[in-house]
């Protein structure tokens, strides 16, 4: 492998074509539309499909067929684009079906404009779709993490036939860095349960419509087995300095990269703080993070590029009464480490932990 200078929307797609990605359907939408464009030639190249289709409406159920055929398949959209995918992306949860969606969050509600935001968290963790289920949510916060996490995006969709979303935000999508791409993977057979023509063998009948109750309460609980398994073993979170923290800043991908460097400021000035970064938005990292809270930790500031929405599964992870600081943006707005700081130091100080010229 070696060192390129790369996009992260081209980045994301790259890493998608060498992870065996075999059928791309999508809708182009700021600050997006570099991944749909990069996969435009790329595909033909390769002679793999690429759809533009007519919205993201018709492009997520075009992802259901491609899917049930067994094939890798991904679509990408952003914010307002992502809400149109949602019957579809429930759809495809109740066939259990794999597929890959990326999402590059913009400032909303509405069409807002498309600064970098973190305002789908409700949307992606809670469902992203109505019926019982999450999909798995990964957060990359560098460029290189979000290559490492497209292949693994594929690889945990193909191993629980589950949705895998793949989360940034503008700033994820439109940044350039030097990161490694992995060699091309080779496409994967067809797997056992796919639609691939009957062929002399009985027929596989994939469908989301389970029309007794019996029927579609067995499905379910299925579909909240195979959740209890992810839940239990796909946790994955990043740690920074996070020996003797009794401060935890927890923020995810481009929130959590900005509030390293400010507990880098905070640490050199003596403060005992660390950082929690969530990988995984769902399932959330609850079994680390309660470690850490048991282990010594007296506060938490939680930084987000929303009103305070993954503050709730930290709250919900915590259980009990613990000073909870928020350091939100909103609309587009990105938080900068001197102002992630001077919360850093505001909780240590109540703590008793930094006086009041600890940080000048």
């Known amino acids: 492998m070696t060192v390129q200078l790369l996009k992260g929307n081209v980045a994301i797609a790259?890493?998608?074509?060498?992870?065996?990605?075999?059928?791309?359907?999508?809708?182009?939408?700021?600050?997006?539309?570099?991944?749909?464009?990069?996969?435009s030639a790329r595909m033909v190249e390769l002679g793999r499909v690429f759809v533009q289709a007519e919205s993201e409406v018709a492009a997520i159920n075009m992802v259901y067929g491609a899917a049930c055929t067994g094939v890798r398949t991904m679509t990408s959209s952003s914010s307002p684009g992502v809400s149109l995918m949602q019957e579809g992306l429930s759809y495809i949860a109740a066939s259990e079906v794999p597929c890959v969606v990326v999402d590059m969050m913009r400032g909303?509600?509405?069409l807002g404009n498309i600064q970098p935001s973190q305002a789908d968290y409700f949307q992606v963790t809670r469902s992203a779709g109505h019926g019982d289920y999450h999909p798995i949510v990964l957060a990359p916060a560098s460029v290189q993490e979000a290559i490492d996490l497209t292949f693994l995006a594929f690889d945990l969709a193909d191993q629980y036939r589950h949705v895998v979303l793949l989360v940034g935000d503008g700033l994820i999508g439109?940044?350039?860095?030097?990161a490694e791409?992995?060699?091309m993977r080779p496409i994967?057979?067809?797997?056992?349960?796919a639609i691939t023509g009957a062929?002399?063998?009985?027929?596989?009948?994939?469908t989301s419509i389970n029309l007794t109750a019996e029927e579609n309460e067995a499905a379910n609980r299925r579909i909240q087995a195979r959740l209890a398994v992810i839940r239990a073993r796909e946790q994955r979170s990043v740690e920074h300095y996070i020996e003797g923290a009794k401060v935890l800043v927890i923020g995810f991908g481009t929130s959590g990269r900005v509030a390293?460097?400010?507990v880098k400021m905070a640490r050199e000035a003596g403060i005992p703080v660390g950082l929690f970064r969530p990988v995984t938005l769902w399932p959330f990292p609850?079994?680390?993070l309660r470690a850490l809270v048991d282990d010594g930790v007296e506060a938490i500031v939680v930084v987000e590029m929303n009103a305070g929405q993954m503050l709730e599964d930290v709250r919900l992870v915590v259980g009990r009464e613990m000073p909870i600081a928020l350091h939100s943006r909103l609309g587009g707005a990105v938080p900068l480490p001197e102002d992630i700081l001077e919360d850093i130091v505001a909780v240590a100080q109540k703590l008793g932990l930094a006086g009041p010229e600890t940080v000048r």
């Open 14 to 39: 790259e890493a998608a074509v060498r992870a065996g990605l075999e059928a791309y359907f999508g809708y182009p939408i700021t600050p997006q539309t570099e991944l749909l464009e990069h996969l």
């Open 108 to 110: 909303g509600p509405g």
């Open 174 to 178: 439109q940044m350039m860095e030097p």
């Open 181 to 183: 791409m992995p060699e």
């Open 188 to 193: 994967r057979p067809r797997p056992d349960w």
């Open 199 to 206: 062929k002399g063998r009985s027929k596989h009948v994939i």
């Open 260 to 262: 390293q460097s400010a």
């Open 286 to 288: 609850e079994d680390r």
